[in-house]
């Protein structure tokens, strides 16, 4: 992992005080995630503490999703290595996940006892309708940065309705969404950036 480096931004961007900040920072973070932790991270990542621009979290998410594992956790290990290297990284992740494993299995213990009940059940299914909401509406807030996208924003629209497309509407797997689309996104990325540095100044 990378060494200890200061945030970089555009503006005043504030960083984390130590790696136990990290860890409370990313514990109430998780604890704040009920049906989907990712709109909070952003909120409190980008807005609130200024760890990170909208451009930064929006990098790191990519790059959490394309990765194995719950992206979420992908991007707390990333944004902690940012500030700390390797032990902040540990922090992160050690804040999004050592509450809420308690919680979960006090949870399912408890659900085990109340999975047959229909109230229960509709209760559990509604909180879907919450969740879809929550993520469609971090979608909505970080659009805004698709306009300073390097491949441009007629080409961010197309690439997008093409991964709901096949996604949505096609069921393909994410894997092979990413396969067939991720390639041709980097490429065209690096072409518009390449062909922009040869421009005479």
Not at 39 to 64: D, I, M, N, S, Y
Not at 100 to 112: I, N
Not at 150 to 161: D, E, K, T, V, Y
């Amino acid at each position: 992992m990378s060494t200890e480096i200061p945030a970089p931004g555009p503006e005043a961007m504030e960083r984390p005080a130590s790696c136990t900040d990290l860890f409370l920072t990313f514990t109430t973070l998780a604890l704040q995630g009920f049906g989907g932790v990712l709109p909070v991270v952003q909120r409190e990542l980008c807005e609130r503490r200024r760890w990170l621009t909208k451009e930064q979290f929006l990098e790191t998410l990519a790059l959490g999703q394309v990765l194995p594992g719950p992206n979420v956790c992908n991007v707390s290990l990333m944004v902690g290595d940012r500030f700390f290297g390797t032990r902040g990284a540990f922090a992160a992740l050690a804040g999004m996940m050592s509450v809420p494993l308690v919680l979960v299995l006090a949870l399912t213990a408890l659900y085990a006892q109340f999975a047959a009940n229909e109230v229960v059940a509709g209760a559990l299914r509604g909180m879907g309708a919450v969740a879809a909401g929550l993520i469609v509406g971090t979608a909505f807030k970080l659009a805004a940065t698709l306009r300073r996208n390097a491949m441009g924003l007629a080409a961010c629209l197309l690439l997008g309705a093409a991964t709901f497309g096949m996604v949505a509407l096609l069921h393909w797997p994410l894997v092979w969404v990413l396969l067939a689309l991720g390639p041709l996104a980097c490429g065209y990325a690096a072409w518009r950036l390449h062909r922009e540095e040869r421009k005479p100044a």
